[in-house]
């Protein structure tokens, strides 16, 4: 079955690294995601990975992927209050349409203590 | 450019009315998915369409359907509501038919009371 793990809560203090991690059981995945999602705001995309990459850096983001132990990880250097959201992985698999289907984790609440 | 647009923002319906979301996608993106997303989860696959055709479905009851028109723009229409429809509705956009970066519009809030 298809489904995408992650932990709830993670606070950390203003200037630290954060690391969100996510588990993934769908082994045929293409592109895995991360999405930011602020108070009564749609999804913002942060990111993604192709899954035949192991990491990708974009600025204070950096995407790891274990695709053996089917682990994504999004590490955000010096965080800042402004980063304090919901942070949402997700995996995208091709369908026999040829269209695609993308499940979410039930994100991650990061808390940014100043 | 204008991103995704959704209408309306907000909708408040009674129990067995009809509802009809709409989404504006992103010039130039022709494929269009739905979520629901219940507060506190994360969204919910409802539908992909691409070309005006439906390319994947989520888990959800034949209550729910949808449309893309020539414009490329959509329509998710539910019946019968149920307490249960509660959510925001997402719509988000992409240029390929296949996987890659999709683009989230800010939902429609339906309240169904």
């Known amino acids: 079955g298809e489904d995408v793990e992650q932990s709830l809560f993670l606070s950390v203090r203003e200037g630290d690294s954060s690391v969100i991690n996510c588990t993934y059981t769908d082994s045929s995945s293409t592109y895995l995601y991360w999405y930011k999602q602020e108070p009564g705001a749609g999804l913002q995309l942060l990111t993604y990975?192709?899954?035949?990459?192991d990491m990708k850096q974009d600025q204070r983001l950096t995407v790891l992927l274990n695709k053996k132990d089917k682990h994504l990880s999004l590490r955000i250097a010096d965080t800042q209050t402004g980063d304090s959201a919901i942070y949402f992985c997700a995996e995208t698999t091709t369908r026999r349409t040829g269209g695609f289907k993308t499940i979410f984790g039930a994100g991650t609440r990061l808390f940014v203590k100043a | 450019d204008a991103g995704v647009t959704q209408s309306p923002t907000h909708l408040i319906k009674t129990r067995g009315q009809h509802v009809t979301l709409r989404c504006s996608p992103i010039s130039g993106h022709k494929s269009v998915s739905w979520y629901q997303q219940v507060l506190g989860q994360g969204p919910q696959f409802i539908f992909q369409y691409y070309e005006k055709e439906e390319r994947g479905r989520g888990n959800f009851p034949d209550r729910f359907s949808a449309r893309q028109f020539p414009n490329y723009s959509s329509e998710l229409n539910v019946n019968a509501l149920l307490l249960g429809d509660s959510a925001l509705y997402l719509c988000?956009?992409?240029?390929?038919?296949?996987?890659?970066?999709?683009?989230f519009g800010p939902g429609t809030r339906l309240t169904v009371t």
């Open positions: 990975i192709f899954s035949n990459m």
């Open positions: 988000a956009s992409s240029f390929l038919r296949r996987e890659g970066e999709q683009y």
